[in-house]
């Protein structure tokens, strides 16, 4: 969890944090970021631009990996544009597409794990595709849903000797929520993976509490996403929580603590040390990315900023359609690794030539 120190040093930044929404001229917003809120790695992303834009698709957690090939092969979630950006929940499948190179174009090769039908946790969805190579392992973290509904959110591990398959699917969930009143009682979901040193396997996962969803103020961010930990002795578990989770909780840090949380967690190891990206839900604002370090694994370093809006980096879209919402933000952040270096980050951004959801990627320079 937050340490004191870092829980202080934090509130030290909230005036800066309050003075970051402003407007420059009548219309376009600007975010004043102090230098002191940016994290090092956000000051060498270069934009690339969009990829897998797909006319009948909306696109979104786009995870790449490099393949034996040489290429980079990317597992995306896509839903049918007809369902809407609420799609992702009970119409969601997880493909791959293939390119030469990490800024693509990238091609649709097939759909790797698609939504079962009634009487499988993963019957109506399945979305949050988080790919790695571990012990020689091609390894798909992923969250399946049962309903439709979020209290059957569930991570689930996908396994394949090859990129291309076949995979080996769950016949059981990875990870279950918490009993009943715990912080993680309604869900497992957004799940991120590292292999520890010391040869265990961890992963990260997003929960929330059920009777502060159903009683929260905040209708559009009910709840208040934490993150915890689950630790296993083998790849295919059992995993065991953590006992100091929520390892991360931003509900402490100070006014309107409600709606300071995050989402959308990725972990890797550099620099002997844990490093994470995630998606801010009011730490700062909406629409910035958050970078947090460690040197154990569970007691996290208060956020900087990772990234920014797609207006910051001198992009030029459209003006915002009715119906999304989170037109110009940056989510799902996921990073392309090269001998376990950070070298180009995948996000998912609304818009695009179809007004839907693509991918966008950054070079890491």
């Given at each position: 969890?937050?340490t004191?120190?870092?829980?202080?040093?934090?509130?030290?930044?909230?005036?800066?944090?309050?003075?970051?929404a402003?407007?420059?001229?009548?219309?376009?917003?600007?975010?004043?970021?102090?230098?002191?809120?940016?994290?090092?790695?956000?000051?060498?992303?270069?934009?690339?631009?969009?990829?897998?834009?797909?006319?009948?698709?909306?696109?979104?957690?786009?995870?790449p990996?490099?393949?034996?090939?040489?290429?980079?092969?990317?597992?995306?979630?896509?839903?049918?544009?007809?369902?809407?950006?609420?799609?992702?929940?009970?119409?969601?499948?997880?493909?791959?597409?293939?390119?030469?190179?990490p800024?693509?174009?990238?091609?649709?090769?097939e759909?790797?794990?698609?939504?079962?039908?009634?009487?499988y946790?993963?019957?109506?969805?399945?979305?949050?595709?988080?790919?790695?190579?571990?012990?020689?392992?091609?390894?798909?973290?992923?969250?399946?849903?049962?309903?439709?509904?979020?209290?059957?959110?569930?991570?689930g591990l996908?396994?394949?000797?090859?990129?291309?398959?076949?995979?080996?699917?769950?016949?059981?969930p990875?990870?279950?929520?918490?009993?009943?009143g715990?912080?993680?009682?309604?869900?497992?979901?957004?799940?991120?993976?590292?292999?520890?040193?010391?040869?265990?396997?961890?992963?990260?996962?997003?929960?929330?509490?059920?009777?502060?969803?159903?009683t929260?103020?905040?209708?559009?961010?009910?709840?208040?996403?934490?993150?915890?930990?689950?630790?296993?002795?083998?790849?295919?578990?059992?995993?065991?929580?953590?006992?100091?989770?929520?390892?991360?909780?931003?509900?402490?840090?100070?006014?309107?603590?409600?709606?300071?949380?995050?989402?959308?967690?990725?972990?890797?190891?550099?620099?002997?040390?844990?490093?994470?990206?995630?998606?801010?839900?009011?730490?700062y604002?909406?629409?910035?990315?958050?970078?947090?370090?460690?040197?154990?694994?569970?007691?996290?370093?208060?956020?900087?900023?990772?990234?920014?809006?797609?207006r910051?980096?001198?992009?030029?879209?459209?003006?915002?359609?009715?119906?999304?919402?989170?037109?110009?933000?940056?989510?799902?952040?996921?990073?392309?690794?090269?001998?376990?270096?950070?070298?180009?980050?995948?996000?998912?951004?609304?818009?695009?030539?179809?007004q839907?959801?693509?991918?966008?990627i950054?070079?890491?320079?």
């Amino acid at each position: 969890m937050l340490t004191r120190r870092t829980f202080l040093a934090g509130l030290a930044l909230a005036p800066f944090a309050r003075a970051w929404a402003g407007v420059v001229g009548d219309m376009q917003p600007k975010l004043l970021v102090p230098k002191r809120s940016l994290a090092r790695f956000s000051k060498h992303l270069q934009p690339v631009g969009r990829a897998l834009e797909m006319e009948d698709y909306y696109v979104w957690c786009n995870s790449p990996i490099y393949g034996p090939d040489g290429r980079v092969h990317l597992f995306f979630s896509r839903w049918p544009k007809s369902k809407g950006m609420g799609g992702w929940l009970n119409s969601c499948e997880i493909a791959r597409a293939v390119a030469d190179t990490p800024e693509g174009p990238f091609t649709y090769a097939e759909t790797v794990l698609a939504p079962r039908g009634p009487g499988y946790w993963d019957a109506t969805t399945c979305h949050n595709p988080h790919i790695q190579l571990v012990d020689g392992k091609y390894c798909l973290f992923f969250m399946g849903c049962a309903n439709g509904k979020t209290d059957t959110k569930r991570i689930g591990l996908a396994t394949a000797d090859r990129l291309e398959g076949p995979w080996t699917r769950p016949d059981q969930p990875l990870l279950l929520p918490g009993e009943a009143g715990a912080w993680d009682d309604h869900c497992t979901t957004n799940p991120a993976f590292v292999k520890h040193p010391n040869g265990q396997y961890w992963l990260y996962y997003k929960s929330w509490n059920t009777q502060e969803y159903q009683t929260s103020k905040h209708p559009t961010i009910r709840g208040n996403r934490k993150y915890g930990l689950a630790i296993a002795e083998r790849l295919e578990g059992p995993y065991v929580k953590h006992p100091g989770n929520p390892v991360i909780d931003f509900s402490r840090l100070g006014d309107n603590a409600e709606n300071k949380q995050f989402e959308d967690a990725f972990v890797w190891r550099e620099h002997k040390q844990f490093n994470l990206l995630a998606r801010d839900m009011g730490v700062y604002n909406h629409e910035v990315g958050l970078y947090l370090d460690s040197k154990n694994g569970t007691d996290w370093a208060y956020p900087k900023v990772a990234y920014l809006p797609l207006r910051e980096y001198g992009v030029q879209e459209p003006p915002a359609p009715k119906h999304l919402k989170r037109y110009g933000r940056l989510e799902r952040p996921q990073l392309l690794l090269c001998n376990g270096k950070p070298e180009y980050l995948f996000c998912a951004a609304q818009g695009g030539k179809y007004q839907t959801a693509s991918a966008f990627i950054f070079r890491i320079g």
